[in-house]
């Protein structure tokens, strides 16, 4: 069974730094981009970040760029994404997905994880 | 690039049938065939249920079926049951630069 679960998530003072997880199974992990989503409470979905395969291509929303970073150890079918100089307004659901298509033309996302819910606050 | 835009809410009774657009511009809706609906439950992650426009996953019900004109993609969900009561996502591909857009999301009643 194709499995995403993340894990990271939680209380964070305004400036800090998170680092989330979301480890894979399921499926040949280096075959597929991965992509990071976010909601915010009782908000609509935002794309964060996408990364290829191979972890050489990465690509990240205008909010979120120059503060997070995603990379991906495919020996331990693991994805990252780590999330500096925090603000209020990052406070979400942070979802990791399969993609399909490639990071540059992404298609469809399936599965996703279950979320971790990150807080920013003082 | 803004978010695609979507109604807040729609509502049907049960074996009616009920469609959400999603309207975008020429740098996403229109000019890629790759738009995707999510469907989320309260407090659970987004389940896809159409890809590349029209095109449905695997153990999707027939009863989802999307489709395209110009810069509006629409989804309609024919025989409402009391499950499909949920949120509704589009998605879209966007360009290198921008490359995601989501619309901000439907609320479905099933009255």
């Known amino acids: 069974e194709v499995q995403l679960l993340e894990s990271g998530g939680g209380l964070v003072q305004p400036g800090g730094s998170l680092r989330l997880s979301c480890a894979a199974s399921?499926?040949?992990?280096?075959?597929?981009?991965m992509i990071w989503v976010r909601q915010a409470p009782g908000k609509g979905l935002e794309w964060v970040s996408g990364?290829?395969?191979?972890?050489?291509?990465?690509y990240y929303a205008d909010s979120v760029k120059d503060r997070f970073i995603i990379s991906r150890d495919n020996s331990k079918n693991t994805l990252y994404l780590l999330l500096n100089s925090l603000r209020a307004e990052d406070t979400a659901v942070y979802y990791c997905?399969?993609?399909?298509?490639?990071?540059?033309?992404?298609?469809?996302?399936?599965?996703w994880g279950q979320g971790t819910l990150v807080t920013v606050s003082s | 690039q803004s978010a695609l835009t979507q109604p807040a809410s729609v509502s049907g009774s049960p074996g009616q049938s009920i469609t959400i657009s999603c309207t975008g511009t020429?740098?996403?809706?229109?000019?890629?065939?790759?738009v995707s609906w999510y469907q989320q439950h309260p407090g659970k992650a987004p389940k896809v249920i159409i890809f590349?426009?029209?095109k449905r996953p695997s153990g999707v019900s027939n009863r989802f079926s999307g489709s395209k004109s110009g810069n509006t993609a629409s989804l309609t969900i024919s025989g409402l049951q009391a499950e499909d009561e949920a949120d509704y996502y589009c998605?879209?591909?966007?360009?290198?630069?921008?490359?995601?857009?989501f619309g901000g999301g439907t609320k479905l009643a099933v009255l």
């Open positions: 997905a399969r993609v399909f298509g490639s990071v540059m033309f992404p298609n469809w996302f399936d599965p």
């Open positions: 399921g499926f040949d992990f280096i075959t597929y981009a």
């Open positions: 990364i290829s395969g191979r972890g050489d291509s990465a």
């Open positions: 020429s740098s996403d809706v229109g000019s890629y065939n790759l």
């Open positions: 590349e426009v029209n």
């Open positions: 998605c879209s591909y966007a360009g290198s630069r921008t490359l995601v857009l």
